[in-house]
């Protein structure tokens, strides 16, 4: 009896030790603990490593990785590898991943505001980006103070330039005539479809990892992106025509899920900004190398023909977008913010 009784108390310790050692395994896995405790960051993106975010995301793995002295881990996912632009968002409020940065058009239905970024011809160079988006003008502040965001779990970090959209089709397009008729693919935004609207073109929303596939089969027409992302997803090679237009902006918010941050130690919680800092200003002085590269490569390749539009032309499409659309998403956007950059452009 008392052989039996050993015996099973040896049993009862085994699996108590046992249980002990799983808890404390989920404990470094979720990132709960104490100042030793490992946390990893699962960094989910839909672009290649060779693009301005991919470069950015690789950077800021490098910089957080050095400061934390390897507390800090970070897993990157590119390419769609983890999650598509559908459902990306989604596993960041439910933390599958703990880091993304989505497309500012990406945030529509949940920070509707952020559609200031997607007004066409916002910015007429990369230079005036900086000047737009700092943290402390009326346009930052509606993204790195945004409520919205902050009720559904996502904490700003940053905003990382990918550059200036082009536009690409089959068909020459040099007036906004030219492109009456054709469909474009576009990212889940209300104002890019009043974009194309204004231009008598259709849209079509589609995932970014669809879109060369669309293209191929003809499915869409043409789409907009910047070089970068033209080159890296081969989608010139089945496009005849790019219009270097300039016409509007693409740029990621860098977010991270505010119950994953709030976990960390303070001098992590520093760390990782810091990191995020930093990798956001290389990622600025990468972008328009990048950009000049892809642009570059697509000549060299030489099925696609460039047309880069004169001052005239340029300000033809300008002229169609510009007011119209940026009133119409006046209510959602804000009528002062849009007040305050159409007097920006007189």
Known sequence: MRNITTRRLIAWTAVALSLTMAVSGCARGSGKGDGGTEFTIKFSHVVTPNTPKGQAAEK???????????????????????????????????????MLAPSTAKFTTIAPELQVLDLPFLFDTVEDIPKVVAPGTTVGKAIYNNEKLASKKTKVLGLWDNGLKQLSSN??????????????RIQPSDVLKSQFSAWKASSTPMAFSEVYSALQQGVVDGQENPYSNIET?????VQKHIAESD???LGYVLVINTNFFESLPKDLQKAVTEAADAASEHNRKIAADVNDKAKQAILDEGSTKIAK?????????????????????????????INELLDGQS
């Open 309 to 337: 539009l004169s001052d005239k032309e340029r300000q033809a499409f300008k002229d169609a977008v510009v007011p119209t659309v940026w009133r119409q998403y006046a209510d959602v956007i804000g009528e002062d913010l």
């Open 171 to 184: 068909s020459e397009m040099r007036t906004p005539a030219d492109l009456k008729g054709l469909s474009f």
């Open 247 to 249: 016409h509007g902006y």
């Open 60 to 98: 800021f793995k490098e910089l957080i990785e050095k400061s934390s002295d390897g507390r800090i881990k970070v897993e990157i996912y590119p390419n769609s590898e983890l999650y598509g632009d559908k459902d990306e968002l989604q596993a960041l409020q439910s933390n599958s991943v703990q």
């Open 233 to 237: 997803q081969k989608m010139h090679t």
